[in-house]
Structure formats: structure tokens, C-alpha cells
């Protein structure tokens, strides 16, 4: 087991600037300020690369009573047969991606979509905004002063602007890739295949307020949410702001 991590955190300069951990360019603040918050509650992203232990995280913060919504569970609910990205699916994509009961087979779409680009952003065009749709929901209905969404594409799809805080999951790529097989029965090629349509997780990390580097065991990532959450619920963390 790897010693605990310490999060990458960038630390703001005086002038609304900040510099990046490592002494590189100085980056622009797009972080919505307390005042230009539609309310109190402070959106948090959770997001990373495939495997690299979002849900994980996401079950910490539930088992300390924290709200977080899930896009994972969005995509799928809204391909049900009784809901609207279905039949727009199965115009798409046609009768190879339905199971026996008429049922939208998970794998057989994503068979289609992880080996063709231009497949997998015609059903983002489809999924994106029902579950952009959906999260909004999920966000109004919540009183919660800290609300956390997982949010796989987080980037990809341009939703950061939406959230005042963004926490990306690392961990090293081969232990992702053991991970994904013995957990998900996923093949290192399959988890390969749809890493390669996501940005990488160092620029993830770049563009977050906070860096959860999940190489150890769950205590420790849970550890280092818990000390996140006390600072900021103490007000003792340095100011972050997202790099662009
Ligand atoms: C392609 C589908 C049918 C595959 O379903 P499956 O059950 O095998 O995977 P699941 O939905 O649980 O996703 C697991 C992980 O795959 C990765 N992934 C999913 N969709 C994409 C995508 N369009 N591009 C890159 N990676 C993706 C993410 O890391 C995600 O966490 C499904 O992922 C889907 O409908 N994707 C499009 C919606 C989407 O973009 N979802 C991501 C949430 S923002
Ligand atoms: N610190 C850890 N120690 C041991 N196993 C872990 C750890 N973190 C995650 N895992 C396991 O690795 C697998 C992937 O983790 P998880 O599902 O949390 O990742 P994810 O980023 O949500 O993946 P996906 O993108 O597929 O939704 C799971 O089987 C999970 O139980």
C-alpha cells in the first residue's frame, strides 16, 4: 500500500492570478465567486479517467451523508426504454443495439462508440444534454450546503463552468487497469479504448481545485476528502481557483 497522497492544490496570488503548483504560467480564475452564486450550495465535480475511482469517492462522501448525483446512473436511466434518449438511440444506432426484449444493450452501443469517433459524438449529442437536464434537476431539488456530482466527461463536455470546485481522481494506469479487470470485468484493451476518448488525466488534474491521487487503499482516500471538507467547512483552506 502506497503512503498517503498529498492532493495537488493550487494556491491563489494576490492579484486573482494564481500560479500553478510547479511554478508554471499563471492561469485565469473562472471560478463563480461566493456573490455570483445562484445560491449557497457550493457544486463539486468529482471527475477522472475511467476506473481511476470516482464512484469510489462518491461512496465516501454518501457514507458521510453527503448528496452526490451520478451521470453514470443518469446515461443509463435515461436509455430506458420509456425515456427520451432511447428512441432517439435506437434511430441512431438501429435494431443491433437492442437485447431480446427490446432493451438498449449497454455493450453492444458501447462496442459501436469506443472504436468509432464519430459514432460516440453522435450519441453524446443525444445523451449530453438529457443528462445535463437531469443533473440541473437533481441540483435544484437538493438544500444540501455542499453538492457533489459525478461527472466522468466533465471536461470533455464543457460542463465545468457549472461547478465552484472540481476534485479529479488519479491513480497510476496500471493499477486502474487491474482494477477495471478484477472489478468491472473490463479488458485493459476495452478500458484502453474509452481512456482514449477522454483528456488525460494530468490535464484533468490541471484544470481541478483539488487532485484526489487514489494510489492507496479506501481509508486513505477517504481521509483526504474528509480533510478537505473540514478546511473548507472550518475556512481554513487556502483560496483555489480553476485553472483554465
Ligand atoms: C456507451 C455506453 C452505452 C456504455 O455503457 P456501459 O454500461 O458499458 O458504461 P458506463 O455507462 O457505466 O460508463 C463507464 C465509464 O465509461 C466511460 N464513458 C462513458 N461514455 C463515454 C464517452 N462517451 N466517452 C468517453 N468515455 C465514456 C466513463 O469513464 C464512464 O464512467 C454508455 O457509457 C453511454 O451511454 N455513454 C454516453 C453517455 C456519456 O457520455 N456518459 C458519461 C457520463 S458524462
Ligand atoms: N483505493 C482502492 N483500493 C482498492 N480498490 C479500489 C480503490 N479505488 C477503486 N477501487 C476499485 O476499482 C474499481 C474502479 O473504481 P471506481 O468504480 O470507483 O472507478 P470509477 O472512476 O468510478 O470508474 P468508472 O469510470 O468505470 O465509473 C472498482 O472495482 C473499485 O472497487
Same mark, same amino acid.
Not at 6 to 31: D, E, N, Q, Y
Not at 110 to 115: C, D, L, M, T
Given at each position: 500500500?502506497?503512503?498517503?497522497? *498529498?492532493?495537488?492544490?493550487?494556491?491563489?496570488?494576490?492579484?486573482?492570478?494564481?500560479?500553478?503548483?510547479?511554478?508554471?504560467?499563471?492561469?485565469?480564475?473562472?471560478?463563480?465567486?461566493?456573490?455570483?452564486?445562484?445560491? $449557497?450550495?457550493?457544486?463539486?465535480?468529482?471527475?477522472?479517467?475511467?476506473?481511476?475511482?470516482? %464512484?469510489? /469517492?462518491?461512496?465516501?462522501?454518501? $457514507?458521510?451523508?453527503?448528496?452526490?448525483?451520478?451521470?453514470?446512473?443518469?446515461?443509463?436511466?435515461?436509455?430506458?426504454?420509456? +425515456?427520451?434518449?432511447?428512441?432517439?438511440?435506437?434511430?441512431?444506432?438501429?435494431?443491433?443495439? /437492442?437485447?431480446? +426484449?427490446?432493451?438498449?444493450?449497454?455493450?453492444?452501443?458501447?462496442?459501436?462508440?469506443?472504436?468509432?469517433?464519430?459514432?460516440?459524438?453522435? /450519441?453524446?449529442?443525444?445523451?449530453?444534454?438529457?443528462?445535463?437536464?437531469?443533473?440541473?434537476?437533481?441540483?435544484?431539488?437538493?438544500? %444540501?450546503? /455542499?453538492?457533489?456530482?459525478?461527472?466522468?466527461?466533465?471536461?470533455?463536455?464543457?460542463? @465545468?463552468? #457549472?461547478?465552484? @470546485?472540481?476534485?479529479?481522481?488519479?491513480?497510476?494506469? @496500471?493499477?486502474?487497469? #487491474?482494477?477495471? #479487470?478484477?472489478?468491472?470485468?473490463?479488458?485493459?484493451? &476495452?478500458?484502453?479504448?474509452?481512456?482514449?476518448?477522454?483528456?488525460? &488525466?494530468?490535464? *484533468? %488534474?490541471?484544470?481541478?481545485?483539488?487532485?484526489?491521487? $487514489?494510489?492507496?487503499?479506501?481509508?486513505?482516500?477517504?481521509? +483526504?476528502?474528509? !480533510?478537505?471538507?473540514?478546511?473548507? !467547512?472550518?475556512?481554513? @483552506? %487556502?483560496?483555489?481557483?480553476?485553472? #483554465?
Amino acid at each position: 500500500m502506497a503512503g498517503k497522497a *498529498k492532493p495537488v492544490r493550487c494556491a491563489a496570488g494576490r492579484s486573482g492570478r494564481l500560479r500553478s503548483p510547479s511554478g508554471g504560467p499563471t492561469i485565469v480564475r473562472i471560478v463563480r465567486k461566493r456573490e455570483e452564486r445562484e445560491s $449557497n450550495m457550493i457544486k463539486i465535480a468529482i471527475t477522472g479517467v475511467i476506473g481511476s475511482g470516482k %464512484s469510489t /469517492l462518491s461512496q465516501c462522501l454518501r $457514507n458521510l451523508g453527503y448528496p452526490v448525483a451520478d451521470c453514470d446512473a443518469i446515461s443509463h436511466a435515461i436509455l430506458q426504454p420509456d +425515456q427520451a434518449g432511447y428512441k432517439a438511440c435506437v434511430e441512431a444506432f438501429g435494431p443491433a443495439i /437492442l437485447e431480446d +426484449q427490446g432493451r438498449i444493450d449497454r455493450a453492444a452501443l458501447g462496442a459501436i462508440v469506443f472504436q468509432d469517433d464519430a459514432r460516440r459524438r453522435q /450519441l453524446e449529442a443525444i445523451t449530453h444534454p438529457l443528462i445535463q437536464a437531469e443533473l440541473n434537476r437533481q441540483a435544484k431539488a437538493s438544500s %444540501s450546503p /455542499l453538492w457533489f456530482a459525478e461527472v466522468p466527461l466533465l471536461f470533455e463536455a464543457g460542463m @465545468e463552468k #457549472q461547478f465552484d @470546485e472540481i476534485i479529479t481522481v488519479t491513480a497510476p494506469l @496500471e493499477t486502474i487497469l #487491474q482494477r477495471l #479487470q478484477q472489478g468491472r470485468g473490463l479488458s485493459p484493451q &476495452q478500458a484502453r479504448a474509452r481512456m482514449a476518448a477522454q483528456m488525460s &488525466q494530468e490535464e *484533468k %488534474s490541471r484544470r481541478s481545485t483539488l487532485t484526489i491521487v $487514489n494510489d492507496g487503499d479506501i481509508p486513505a482516500m477517504q481521509d +483526504q476528502i474528509q !480533510q478537505w471538507i473540514k478546511e473548507k !467547512q472550518d475556512g481554513t @483552506e %487556502s483560496e483555489r481557483r480553476i485553472p #483554465q
